[in-house]
């Protein structure tokens, strides 16, 4: 039986594979300064990178989760290898033969299970390329030709062929000295009358890979009319093959997704391949099944949630596709904040436009459209007449609940103003208000909409800063600068904004985390006529404890009056960030009147007519300061 691997050979192992070019395999790094480099943790989620690495010392460290080690160490944790196996797959990359201390070269059936199923599926592979060849697979070329690609094509993605008999891949794996066990564990074989028989048979053959670049399985066109099988089929769940957590091109797209942060999601191998001969190499598509979680987080590790990142969707514009982008945009809002819908004319698959316009209509096609909230919410308001009041609110009852589940305040208060214009509701404070009174429901009864029961309150529950990624608190910012001040002053000194401040509203403070101490001050009781226990009470109205940190340190830092901390002084911030919220509520009602030009006269003239007030209060405002409050 072989024993352990000689400690000399697992050292040479680790000095021979640099620990960044095996973690580059997984996820995007950057320069992180002293000879570091950074990316998003595989192991944990998060939206900043805390995960290092320092390829002159071989090891990493994740300040999040704290996971940490070497190179051999990394690979056991992100592909759940045993010691020996991490060691055999990373000598086998780097060329060296490995010695072992009880019994010499490792028999290949003592070796460890996943290497032994990756192992198979490569032998596999090549034995489908090489069938491609052969007079029956005259189908299979035939089918490639006629979607345009040709026998280079073919070989750039490993495509192959299955011979229709029924064990010929089996017997062929059992010559290499594979046990019926490993063949049906697998997924390559399946257990038949006689014995194992192939999984696979009569059909064009696309090799899954992982982001590492192993094979870990298959996907299978039919390609004859008697064959009773579905159109597609793939390889069962199995030990290395987990249909949620692949992505089909990822080996071959990761490079350039993470260089242009920007990935391309199709909806099949022909499309994959298409996109790819287009010069649209960041194409991937999932393998029979929908866009999801674990998708999300193997292409945030590539992109690293840069501002600048891109996902963009060629979902059909057939029912199927409509709900895939409704899935996708609830599962992550921050990966829908930065995702887009391209449909291409007449509905065309990439693979289908690029037969009938070429290259560059498909490349084309991978350029940013719709953003994909919007996409999912023009779904929804589209099946609705909204010529009449009861289209609108029952469009309104549909969307609300969807835009509600966005965590981030900012973000939601932007798709609340545009559906306000989709449903050609002037009134966007009503609409913005209806979501968060919807977002408020959802928290309080663990994430259900709502019901005919009402709500605690009417005011809605503001998220802690942590989730927030809108404006980040700037004190250069005059906005925000000022809007501390007068939070500093509600907290510290109620009495100098008092009655005034009480009738400010979340929305007028523009950065999320002062809009969630307003929002404590508010469910606090208000600082009109605070009580001696006011600053107690107003900590013990936070959610959660990054907001409670906020409202301590705006109740102790110095208020930065140029002279004394007064009732002139308190009034210049009252009406600071008044004139300010007045600016951008005329700003957003001349851009709603620019957008919505279809609504009717009466619509436009009470819109204008705000606008006329607005201007007027405006005038006050820099005329009297807090006395036109």
């Known amino acids: ?43 944990h989620d998060e939206k900043s990178p805390s995960f290092q690495v320092s390829p002159s010392k071989g090891l990493f460290h994740c300040f999040g989760c704290q996971e940490g080690g070497d190179t051999i160490a990394f690979v056991m944790k992100i592909d759940h290898l045993s010691f020996s196996e991490t060691v055999e797959r990373l000598a086998a990359k780097a060329g060296i033969t490995l010695r072992y201390e009880e019994g010499g070269y490792n028999p290949g059936h003592q070796r460890g299970e996943r290497i032994r199923l990756v192992e198979a599926h490569k032998a596999a592979a090549q034995f489908y390329v090489d069938q491609l060849d052969s007079p029956e697979a005259e189908i299979g070329r035939k ?90 089929l793939n390889t069962p769940e199995t030990p290395i ?123 084309e096609l991978a350029e940013p459209r719709t953003p994909l909230f919007e996409f999912a919410l023009r ?56 979501v968060s009174r919807v977002a408020q429901w959802q928290r309080d009864r663990g994430g259900r909409g709502p019901t005919a029961d009402r709500p605690r309150r009417e005011t809605p529950q503001i998220e802690a800063p942590a989730a927030q990624s809108g404006p980040a608190l700037n004190l250069r910012s005059p906005a925000h600068r000022t809007e501390r001040e007068l939070l ?29 101490v307003r929002q404590c001050i508010q469910d606090a009781g208000g600082a009109d006529g605070a009580p001696s226990d006011y600053l107690d009470v107003v900590r013990e109205a936070a959610p959660n404890d990054t907001v409670r940190s906020l409202v301590t340190e705006l109740a102790v830092e110095a208020i930065f009056a140029a002279k004394a901390v007064d009732e002139v002084y308190a ?28 609504v009717s006269p009466e619509q436009q003239a009470a819109a204008q007519q705000e606008v006329f007030v607005l201007q007027q209060y405006k005038t006050a405002l820099k005329t009297h300061g807090a006395g036109a409050l």
């Open 241 to 363: 093959y987990k249909k949620s957590q692949v992505l089909y091109g990822i080996d071959l797209a990761k490079k350039d997704i993470a260089k242009v942060s920007r990935a391309v999601v199709v909806e099949g191998y022909t499309d994959v391949m298409a996109c790819h001969l287009a010069g649209v190499t960041t194409a991937i598509a999932t393998c029979g099944t929908a866009f999801g979680g674990d998708h999300i987080k193997i292409l945030r590790r590539l992109l690293m949630d840069n501002g600048s990142a891109r996902v963009i969707f060629t979902f059909d514009g057939d029912a199927a596709g409509q709900k895939a982008a409704l899935r996708a945009f609830e599962d992550d809002q921050k990966f829908a904040a930065e995702t887009y819908i391209a449909v291409a004319p007449d509905g065309m698959d990439p693979c289908d436009l690029r037969l009938a316009k070429g290259d560059p209509a498909v490349a």
């Open 143 to 232: 089918f490639l030709a006629e979607r345009g690609f040709d026998q280079a094509a073919a070989a750039h993605f490993a495509v192959g062929y299955s011979p229709a008999g029924w064990d010929h891949l089996t017997r062929f794996l059992r010559g290499k000295g594979f046990s019926d066990k490993e063949l049906i564990l697998s997924g390559l074989s399946q257990d038949g009358r006689r014995g194992p028989i192939d999984r696979f048979r009569g059909r064009l053959m696309w090799p899954i890979k992982d982001v590492g670049g192993e094979i870990v399985g298959f996907g299978a066109r039919k390609l004859r009319d008697d064959d009773n099988g579905p159109k597609y």
């Open 571 to 598: 009034a210049e911030q009252l009406a600071a960030v008044r004139l300010r919220a007045v600016d951008r509520r005329i700003d957003q009602l001349n851009s709603a009147l620019k957008r919505l030009g279809s």
């Open 488 to 516: 500093k002053l509600a907290l510290q000194r109620p009495e100098l904004v008092s009655p005034f401040f009480d009738a400010y509203g979340t929305d007028e403070f523009t950065a999320p985390p002062y809009a969630a």
């Open 379 to 434: 779904q929804i308001v589209k099946r609705y007449d909204l010529d009449t009041a009861g289209g609108q609110a029952a469009a309104l009852d549909e969307a609300a609940p969807i835009v509600a589940k966005l965590k981030n305040l900012a973000v939601r208060h932007g798709v609340a103003v545009q559906l306000a214009g989709m449903l050609g509701i002037m009134d966007e404070r009503f609409v913005v208000q209806r």
């Open 1 to 43: 039986m072989a024993g352990r691997i000689n400690d000399d050979d697992v050292k040479a192992v680790r000095d021979a594979v640099p620990i960044d070019a095996v973690v580059s395999e997984y996820l995007q790094l950057r320069n992180a300064g002293g000879g570091n480099l950074k990316g998003l943790c595989p192991f």
